[in-house]
């Protein structure tokens, strides 16, 4: 059942306090060198049919829901929201698939505990809200199953290193769902990247550049309702969506997988693009127009590896702008540039002159998309959200690895609170936790992989 209102609100006051608090001070060394070693173990026997138990049917989870109908070997046995009328929108969904209507879970906040303790499941897919990716994941997993979530997968330290000793105790495995790791360019350029026709990477840029003032998913269509997205914006500075732009750079650098991230700085400019768009919608003397937002318009973090790389990552979402993730990749021999795409590859392309990246598909492409172009294109976001999920559920059915495991997740998600320290700190630089605990050094690069 859902917490009374004034005892939520009381833990969420006290959560942005102990944040606060934690800002000041950067991670000290070997302050998680206590944590207890293990490891996830990721062989699991196939599975002929993958339960699904999908906790979240708002926009994004609406939208996965078709796509994991039309994936072979899904069954989706339970849905979870607060909304009762989104849980019989799904169950309605899926019965007209042709699967048994499956199981709904609408008593409030909580309920997704009673999903994951009752239903024979496999998978308990999370989207729904930040602050409910850690607690949903974890409670899947001390019930035996899988978790997968949407970005990031969590927002601080504390919640990074819980996803990953439960994953670890448990023996499940825990996914993030950032599906820009499978988008057509990035997946081309990984295999460019894996090819060697860039050399050695020196330089990466990433970022999420969206401008989300009219969307829909800041504020309800009369300003009178703060929308869980825009509360983040009230209540942190930082880089706080860092995982889109991220994640393909991540994957062609091999971060835990020969390399890691080493440490951080962060800096934001002032926050003004929220005030000024609320003022001119609703009027100067609107709460939304004079709200003090803490989240800067522009933030840039740049982040050194402990092998020396770079990588430059912005988060803008507050002011006028087309929508970019930046998706650059620098190397001794050559130089790929999203946004628009383009790519300069030494000895052959004409000299200090860009390509179209289209030049090189035909020989580059990446076999996933070779072979799947038919069923993805087209199918969420230009294809890459059938394709994350076709993987994922192709791991547990043939129980091999999963493409991305938990210590992604927190070294991805962990950027959410180092950043806002170095924001708070004047800019300093703030140390990566190693999640691994030392297995990057030995853990295998990332492979080409096939439908």
Not at 74 to 91: F, H, N, P, T, Y
Not at 276 to 303: C, H, K, M, S, W
């Amino acid at each position: 059942m859902s917490e009374p209102s004034t005892r939520r609100q009381f833990l969420e006051l006290a959560a942005a306090v102990g944040t606060t608090t934690a800002l000041g001070a950067a991670t000290a060394p070997g302050e998680e060198v206590s944590r207890a070693v293990g490891r996830q173990e990721n062989q699991f026997k196939p599975l002929d049919e993958v339960r699904i138990g999908l906790v979240g049917i708002g926009s994004r989870g609406s939208n996965l829901l078709p796509l994991l109908l039309d994936l072979e070997g899904v069954k989706i046995q339970a849905v979870g929201d607060l909304v009762e009328s989104r849980v019989d929108w799904a169950q309605n969904q899926v019965e007209a698939a042709g699967q048994r209507r499956p199981t709904g879970y609408s008593r409030g906040e909580y309920d997704f505990r009673r999903m994951c303790n009752e239903e024979d499941l496999d998978l308990v897919m999370v989207v729904t809200p930040w602050r409910w990716h850690v607690p949903m994941c974890v409670a899947a997993m001390e019930a035996g199953k899988h978790a997968a979530t949407e970005v990031p997968a969590a927002t601080t330290v504390d919640e990074c290193w819980q996803m990953v000793e439960t994953a670890e105790k448990t023996k499940r495995h825990c996914v993030m769902l950032e599906n820009c790791c499978y988008g057509r360019p990035e997946m081309m350029i990984f295999n460019m990247v894996r090819q060697g026709l860039f050399g050695e990477l020196v330089h990466a840029r990433a970022g999420y550049m969206h401008d989300l003032r009219m969307d829909g998913e800041l504020i309800s269509p009369d300003g009178g309702e703060v929308r869980w997205r825009l509360d983040n914006m009230i209540r942190h500075n930082g880089n706080i969506y860092p995982t889109h732009g991220l994640g393909p750079v991540a994957q062609c650098m091999d971060i835990d997988r020969g390399d890691r991230f080493d440490y951080l700085v962060s800096m934001s400019s002032k926050s003004a693009g929220l005030n000024a768009f609320y003022a001119e919608r609703f009027g100067d003397d609107q709460p939304l127009a004079t709200q003090q937002y803490a989240l800067g318009d522009v933030n840039f973090t740049l982040i050194r590896t402990v092998g020396g790389k770079t990588i430059t990552l912005g988060h803008d979402t507050q002011l006028p702008r087309p929508y970019s993730r930046m998706s650059m990749v620098q190397g001794t021999k050559g130089i790929y540039q999203g946004y628009p795409d383009r790519i300069h590859l030494e000895d052959r392309s004409p000299a200090h002159e860009w390509e179209k990246l289209e030049v090189y598909q035909q020989e580059y492409d990446h076999p996933l998309w070779q072979q799947l172009v038919d069923r993805a294109e087209g199918r969420g976001h230009g294809g890459m959200d059938f394709l994350e999920l076709y993987r994922l559920v192709k791991a547990l059915r043939s129980g091999t690895p999963t493409d991305w495991n938990v210590y992604d997740a927190a070294s991805w998600s962990v950027i959410f609170e180092l950043s806002q320290r170095s924001v708070a700190n004047k800019s300093r630089p703030v140390d990566f936790p190693d999640f691994t605990r030392g297995r990057w050094k030995t853990n295998p690069p990332l492979g080409i992989v096939t439908a």
